[in-house]
C-alpha cells in the first residue's frame, strides 16, 4: 500500500492510500470533532461536525468520506468551521429536548462534550420543543427520543456488527425518528436479540439501559471497536 | 369603609409571595390572604417519563430541599417495584434525610428566622438579615452557617454533591459510605451539638420577653399531622400517619402513605397557586391541620434519643403538657429535631453495615400506582404516581409541607393583623412581624406551587369596598 503525504493545518501528515482525512489527522494528533462517526462502524458523513476545508474545492468537505490524495492542502480549525460547528451543535439542542441537568447520561455523552468542545454557551435558535415519546418496553433497555440526534450510530451498529438490523430510520427531516423493527415497540422487535451494542454506540441518553437515574449511563464506545479488530483478526 | 393591605414580596423565604391583609367596615382585620403566584407545572411535565428518573426530575423542584422530593420519589419507586429494599440502603436513606433535616433547620433558624429572633422588630429591614445579625451577634451566626455545612457535607459524602443528588432511586440508593468517612463525620458531631444545645438555651431565653409574640404568632387550635414509628416515636422515613387534635387525642393513626387521600381533600382558591389540604372528616376550612416539626412533636410519644426526649418533655412542659399550638415553637421544634438529627446520626455512623455492597433492589414493574412519603423538613411530603405497564409516568400528584400549613398560615397573619395593625397604614414593624409569623413555618414556595421562586414579599391592606389602601413591596 503506498503512502500519500498531504498537508492539514500547515504539517506535513503522511497517510495510508484509501485512508480518509479524518484518520489521517487522527494519526497526526489533529483533533476533529465528530458524533456520527464510530470507530469499527462504516461513514454516513451525516452529522457534518467533520466538515473541513481542501484547498481546491469550493465545498467543504466531511473529513470521514473524503479520501487523502497527494499534495492535498486541508484546513480543519479556520474560523468559519469553528462557527459552522457550534451552529451545528447549537441546532442540535433546539431540534429536540436535551435536558441535561436530568438526563442518565449526563457527564458520559457526546454532545455535552462537543457542546463543551465547540464552546457553545447558549442556544441561539429557537427550540421546537417536539413531542418525543419514549419506548421502555424492552425488558432490558429503554429508548428516549427527546435526547436521539439520528446519527444512526445503534442503526449501522446493529447492522454491521450485530447483523440483525433491528434499528433504522423512519421519517424524513426532523420528523425521522429511529425505529425497531418495521415501527413496533422495542419489546415487540422479534429480530433484536438484546445484545445491547445500540447501547454501546449511543452517543447520548436517547438508548439506555432501563431502570437508569440522572448521569448513570457509563458506555465505553470502544467496545464496538474491539469487537471489529477481533473479528478481523479471528476470520 | 373595610380596607385591605397587602405585603409584597415576602422575604426571607423560599420563594415569592403576597399577603393581603383585608378590613371590615370600622377598620378592624377581618382576615388574611397569603398568596403564592408563580407556578411551575412539574406535575404536567413530568408525565411521559420512565418513573426511574422521578428521584431526580423532582429534586430540582427545589434546592433547598431536593433531598426530601428524592427520597419520597425513590419510596414511590419501591412501591412501584414492589420491593423491600436492602438494609444497608434503607439505613443510608434514613442518614441522608437526617442530614437534610439538621442542615435544612440550621437554615431556617440560624439564617432565615434568626434576624427576627435575635435582632430588634424596630430594625430597619436592610438590616434585618443575616449579614446584620452576624455584625451583632458573629459566634451565633458563624456557628450556625458550621451546623448547616455539616449537614450539607454529608450530603455530599453520600450523594457525591450537595444540591440534586441523584443518589437514592427506585429500589436502594447508588453508592454506601466507607469507614474513614463515617469516622470523619463521628468526629465533628460534637460541635455541631454544642450549636445546637447553645442554640436552644439561647431560645428559651426569649420566651418570657417575646411572650407577647408567643401568644399571637400562630396561637390556635388546629390538628396535627406527622409521621411516627410503629411504637409512636418521632419518626421523619418509613413510618406511618397520625394525626392528633389540639388537646392531644388520636384521631387517626398508623395510616399508611397510601392512605392520604383518605384523610385529606385538597381544595383550591382563585386567588393562590397554593392548594389548601384540609382533613377530610372535619370539612374545608375546619379540617385545618399543620405538619412540619412542630407538628411532628406534638403527634409523637417521644424523640427516642435522651438528649432530644429531655427537650421534649421541658417543651411540653411550658406548653402545659398537651399538644403546643402555638406556632411560634416551630423554632423550638426545629432545635430539637436538629438534636435528635444529630443523636441519631451520631447512632447511623457507628452501622458497619453502611459499607454494604447490596444498595439496591431490582426488580419491573409490578404495581401501577404508588404513593410515597417522606418527613421534609418542612413537613410531610407525600408522591403519588401512576405509571402504564412500561413505567412511563402517566399521573403525579405531589403534596408539599408548605401546602398543608396553608391554612395555618393564613390564620397567622389575620392574627398577627389583629393584634398590631394600629391603624389603615402599613410600616416596617408590622411587615416584619407579618414575615416573622411565616417565617415560623419555613414555607418553600418552589417546592409548594413546584413553581420558579424569587425570595420577594409584598404585603396590601385592602378596604371593606376592595380597593387597595396601603401596598408595601419588599425584595426583588
Redesign the interface.
Known amino acids: 500500500m503506498s503512502a500519500r503525504t498531504l498537508t492539514i493545518n500547515q504539517t506535513l501528515v503522511s497517510a495510508r492510500e484509501g485512508e480518509s482525512v479524518l484518520e489521517a489527522a487522527r494519526d497526526a494528533g489533529i483533533t476533529i470533532p465528530t458524533l456520527c462517526h464510530l470507530d469499527g462502524l462504516s461513514e454516513v458523513g451525516a452529522c457534518r461536525l467533520c466538515l473541513v476545508e481542501v484547498a481546491g474545492s469550493s465545498r467543504l468537505l466531511p473529513a470521514c468520506r473524503t479520501t487523502v490524495s497527494e499534495g492535498m492542502q486541508v484546513q480543519t480549525d479556520t474560523p468559519r468551521l469553528q462557527e459552522y460547528r457550534r451552529a451545528i451543535v447549537e441546532l442540535l439542542f433546539a431540534e429536540r429536548n436535551h435536558v441535561c441537568?436530568?438526563c442518565?447520561a449526563s457527564g458520559h455523552c457526546d454532545l455535552q462534550d462537543l457542546a463543551l468542545h465547540v464552546g457553545m454557551t447558549h442556544v441561539r435558535y429557537e427550540y421546537l420543543a417536539p413531542s418525543c415519546?419514549?419506548?421502555?418496553?424492552h425488558?432490558r433497555f429503554?429508548i428516549d427520543h427527546n435526547r436521539c440526534v439520528l446519527c444512526t450510530r445503534c442503526v449501522r451498529a446493529c447492522d454491521e456488527v450485530e447483523g440483525v438490523h433491528t434499528w433504522d430510520i423512519a421519517g424524513r427531516g426532523v420528523a425521522a425518528r429511529v425505529i425497531t423493527d418495521l415501527n413496533v415497540p422495542w419489546?415487540e422487535a422479534t429480530s433484536c436479540t438484546s445484545c445491547g451494542k445500540c447501547l454501546l454506540a449511543c452517543p447520548t441518553g436517547a438508548i439506555f439501559p432501563?431502570?437508569?437515574?440522572?448521569?448513570?449511563v457509563q458506555r465505553d464506545h470502544s467496545s464496538i471497536t474491539r469487537i471489529m479488530t477481533a473479528r478481523g483478526e479471528r476470520w | 369603609m373595610s380596607k385591605t393591605i397587602i405585603i409584597d414580596p415576602v422575604t426571607r423565604i423560599e420563594g415569592h409571595a403576597k399577603i393581603s391583609i383585608y378590613l371590615d367596615d370600622v377598620g378592624e382585620v377581618r382576615t388574611a390572604r397569603f398568596h403564592v403566584t408563580e407556578f411551575r407545572g412539574f406535575e404536567q411535565f413530568c408525565v411521559?417519563?420512565?418513573f426511574?428518573?422521578m428521584?431526580?426530575?423532582t429534586a430540582?423542584i427545589c434546592g433547598i430541599c431536593p433531598v426530601s422530593h428524592i427520597l419520597a420519589s425513590a419510596r414511590t419507586g419501591d412501591a412501584l417495584l414492589a420491593v423491600a429494599i436492602p438494609p444497608a440502603a434503607e439505613q443510608l436513606r434514613r442518614l441522608m434525610n437526617l442530614a437534610q433535616i439538621v442542615q435544612s433547620h440550621a437554615l431556617s433558624f440560624f439564617h432565615l428566622s434568626g434576624p427576627d429572633l435575635f435582632m430588634s422588630i424596630a430594625t430597619e429591614p436592610g438590616q434585618r438579615n443575616v449579614l446584620g445579625l452576624a455584625a451583632q451577634d458573629p459566634e451565633l451566626v458563624r456557628s450556625g452557617i458550621r451546623l448547616r455545612q455539616f449537614g450539607q457535607d454529608l450530603i455530599e459524602a453520600l450523594g457525591g454533591r450537595k444540591i440534586?443528588p441523584?443518589w437514592a432511586?427506585?429500589?436502594g440508593v447508588?453508592s454506601g459510605l466507607d469507614a474513614a468517612t463515617r469516622t470523619a463525620f463521628s468526629a465533628r458531631l460534637p460541635e455541631a451539638l454544642a450549636t445546637t444545645q447553645v442554640a436552644l438555651a439561647r431560645f428559651k431565653d426569649l420566651l418570657e420577653p417575646l411572650s407577647a409574640e408567643v401568644a399571637s404568632y400562630g396561637r390556635f387550635a388546629s390538628l396535627f399531622m406527622g409521621m411516627v414509628a410503629p411504637d409512636g416515636t418521632w419518626e421523619h422515613h418509613g413510618g406511618n400517619l397520625r394525626v392528633v387534635d389540639a388537646q392531644g387525642h388520636i384521631l387517626a393513626d398508623n395510616v399508611s402513605p397510601d392512605g392520604y387521600a383518605g384523610l385529606f381533600g385538597e381544595a383550591s382558591e382563585a386567588w393562590t397557586y397554593l392548594k389548601f389540604p384540609y382533613y377530610t372528616p372535619h370539612g374545608y376550612p375546619e379540617g385545618m391541620y399543620r405538619v412540619g416539626p412542630l407538628a411532628r412533636l406534638n403527634v409523637c410519644r417521644s424523640m427516642g434519643t435522651p438528649l432530644a426526649d429531655a427537650e421534649l418533655s421541658e417543651m411540653r412542659q411550658r406548653a402545659n403538657g398537651g399538644p403546643v399550638t402555638a406556632s411560634f415553637y416551630y423554632h423550638y421544634a426545629r432545635l430539637i429535631e436538629i438534636l435528635a438529627g444529630l443523636e441519631r446520626i451520631g447512632q447511623l455512623l457507628a452501622d458497619g453495615q453502611l459499607e454494604a455492597k447490596n444498595l439496591r433492589a431490582?426488580a419491573?414493574v409490578n404495581r401501577f400506582e404508588a404513593v410515597g412519603c417522606s418527613e421534609a423538613p418542612r413537613g410531610t411530603l407525600f408522591h403519588h404516581y401512576k405509571v402504564d405497564e412500561?413505567?412511563?409516568i402517566t399521573y403525579v400528584n405531589l403534596i408539599i409541607a408548605t401546602g398543608q400549613n396553608n391554612l395555618a398560615m393564613n390564620r397567622t397573619v389575620a392574627q398577627i393583623a389583629a393584634r398590631y395593625l394600629r391603624s389603615d397604614r402599613l410600616d416596617h414593624t408590622l411587615l416584619n412581624r407579618v414575615e416573622a409569623g411565616i417565617r415560623a413555618y419555613d414555607p418553600c414556595l418552589s417546592c409548594s406551587t413546584h413553581a420558579v421562586g424569587q425570595a420577594a414579599f409584598e404585603l396590601e391592606l385592602i378596604g371593606a369596598d376592595g380597593t387597595v389602601v396601603d401596598r408595601m413591596v419588599r425584595g426583588k
Request: no cysteine.
Open positions: 441537568a436530568v442518565v415519546a419514549v419506548d421502555t418496553s425488558p429503554g419489546g432501563r431502570g437508569s437515574t440522572v448521569a448513570e | 411521559g417519563r420512565p426511574w428518573e428521584p431526580a426530575i430540582r440534586h441523584a432511586v427506585p429500589g447508588r431490582d419491573g412500561d413505567g412511563l
